[in-house]
């Protein structure tokens, strides 16, 4: 599993932007406070601080992505293109790699690369086929932290936020709403190193606010979610230590 724990994104800015829409929503952690672009080809570049490894972009309607890594002196280190059917990225160094989802419920793409520790740009050019004006929700990037996956079990709810109410008189009210994925995850780690790691570098770090999960040792793009634990990792030990805990979509 993958969580970008810390984000370290320090700017953004887009080639256009709707006045009522501005790409500083994508830093503000609310999916559906969306930056809008003006055409179906749009350019976000993000400044990134510290050390870094990876970047997320969720709730987009973009159908291709392209990246451009660059050190803070502008020469490229790497470019690629992802499309929503695959990845179509370089393995040169630093070796980029990419989890996508375009086309699924959620519109995210997680490009990684091998750590930096000076500034980096990341270009990425989003596309839509349809030619829909381009829009995005959420994004974060920084340092992945990279921990054991489900060793006993995965499991995958949704959550219905829609409102059902049954009057006195019988009749029925429903309002439609969104619905939300929920991950319940044990994992077995190692005691005194993987599980402290898990508690001091994710989980007292992270807390309560939602960050860029994989939740899968598998690298499943299905399971590539901007979520917040529902439920605090908590450790049973025994030599080695059984992990349970939950995450809870945000939209």
Do not use: C
Not at 124 to 135: H, I, K, M, Y
Not at 235 to 244: F, K
């Amino acid at each position: 599993m993958k969580v970008i724990a810390v984000n370290r994104i320090t700017g953004v800015v887009a080639s256009n932007e709707n006045a009522s829409y501005p790409a500083s929503n994508l830093l503000d952690d609310h999916p559906k406070k969306v930056w809008k672009g003006t055409g179906a080809n749009e350019t976000l570049t993000f400044t990134l601080t510290g050390t870094t490894s990876a970047l997320a972009i969720f709730n987009t309607n973009a159908t291709g992505i392209s990246f451009v890594l660059s050190d803070p002196n502008g020469v490229v280190l790497e470019s690629g293109v992802v499309l929503e059917s695959g990845v179509e990225l370089a393995t040169s160094t630093p070796n980029v790699t990419a989890i996508v989802n375009l086309d699924g419920s959620s519109g995210a793409v997680l490009v990684q690369w091998d750590e930096l520790s000076s500034s980096v740009t990341v270009e990425a050019t989003l596309t839509n086929a349809a030619g829909d004006v381009l829009f995005a929700g959420v994004a974060t990037g920084g340092k992945i932290e990279t921990f054991a996956g489900p060793n006993f079990g995965l499991t995958e709810d949704i959550d219905d936020l829609s409102i059902d109410k049954e009057y006195d008189s019988g009749a029925s009210y429903t309002k439609d709403r969104d619905s939300v994925r929920v991950f319940g995850l044990e994992a077995n780690m190692e005691r005194d190193t993987a599980f402290h790691n898990f508690i001091f570098d994710v989980a007292k770090v992270v807390k309560k606010n939602p960050r860029a999960w994989v939740v899968t040792d598998l690298d499943n793009p299905r399971w590539l979610a901007f979520a917040k634990f529902s439920r605090m990792p908590s450790g049973q030990h025994y030599r080695r230590t059984i992990v349970n805990f939950e995450l809870r979509e945000v939209l």
